[in-house]
Nanobody, 122 residues
Framework: QVQLVESGGGTVQPGGSLRLSCAAS????????IGWFRQAPGKEREGVSC????????EYADSVKGRFTISKDNSKNTVWLQMNSLKPEDTAVYYC???????????????WGQGTQVTVTS
């Protein structure tokens, strides 16, 4: 059974950091891409970052470039999202998902994890 489990969310002050994990099971990372998306209340789900697990190339949304870093360890079937210099507008539920190409369209990703809440507040 293909499954993704996110962890690492929490509440931090502006300027703080969090590291999200996406643990995959039921398949090998090396044949897919893993995308991180987020959804804030009342807003559409938006793409944040993506990594091609076979080659390691990455993509970032403009809103997080220079602050977020995506990485992977295929041997551990895990992808991480290191989030630094967090802002209140980063507050959202963060999801990881499996896809075949790095795009920002959530419809191109399946399955999804259950999500982890990130709250940035003073």
């Amino acid at each position: 059974q293909v499954q993704l489990v996110e962890s690492g969310g929490g509440t931090v002050q502006p300027g703080g950091s969090l590291r999200l994990s996406c643990a995959a099971s039921g398949f090998s990372l090396g044949y897919f891409v893993i995308g991180w998306f987020r959804q804030a209340p009342g807003k559409e789900r938006e793409g944040v970052s993506c990594i091609r697990t076979s080659g390691g190339t990455t993509e970032y949304a403009d809103s997080v470039k220079g602050r977020f870093t995506i990485s992977k360890d295929n041997s551990k079937n895990t992808v991480w999202l290191q989030m630094n210099s967090l802002k209140p507008e980063d507050t959202a539920v963060y999801y990881c998902a499996v896809g075949h190409q790095c795009t920002w369209n959530p419809d191109n990703f399946n399955p999804w994890g259950q999500g982890t809440q990130v709250t940035v507040t003073s």
